[in-house]
Nanobody
Framework: QVQLVESGGGLVQAGGSLRLSCAAS????????MGWYRQAPGKQRELVAR???????NYADSVKGRFTISRDNAKNTVYLEMNSLKPEDTAVYYC???????????????WGQGTQVTVSS
């Protein structure tokens, strides 16, 4: 079993900041990439930010310069620092870990339960 637990969502005014966290636990052998995705009502889930095991990052154009993704390998945790938030950032945010479990040879994607971020204008 692998569990991903997210925290840090909430309601914030435009221009404000939030920090999301996602911690993985369970029968983990290794973690490859970690990422944050979001899904707004009526829209498809989209990539927000991604970080590889080596620390390379990539961001959606809409969040570049405002959001920062980071990871703590010792804690199996990924973070998303969100600054200068806009109403269009309102969505449910999901973390995703590409990891290999102790029981398997292959790596798979595992998802958090989602956390709501609402930005008021």
């Amino acid at each position: 079993q692998v569990q991903l637990v997210e925290s840090g969502g909430g309601l914030v005014q435009a221009g404000g900041s939030l920090r999301l966290s996602c911690a993985a636990s369970g029968s983990i052998f290794s973690i490859n990439a970690m990422g944050w995705y979001r899904q707004a009502p009526g829209k498809q889930r989209e990539l927000v930010a991604r970080i590889t095991s080596g620390g390379s990052t990539n961001y959606a154009d809409s969040v570049k310069g405002r959001f920062t993704i980071s990871r703590d390998n010792a804690k199996n945790t990924v973070y998303l620092e969100m600054n200068s938030l806009k109403p269009e950032d309102t969505a449910v945010y999901y973390c995703m870990f590409n990891l290999r479990r102790l029981e398997y040879v292959m790596s798979y994607n595992y998802w958090g339960q989602g956390t709501q971020v609402t930005v008021s204008s």
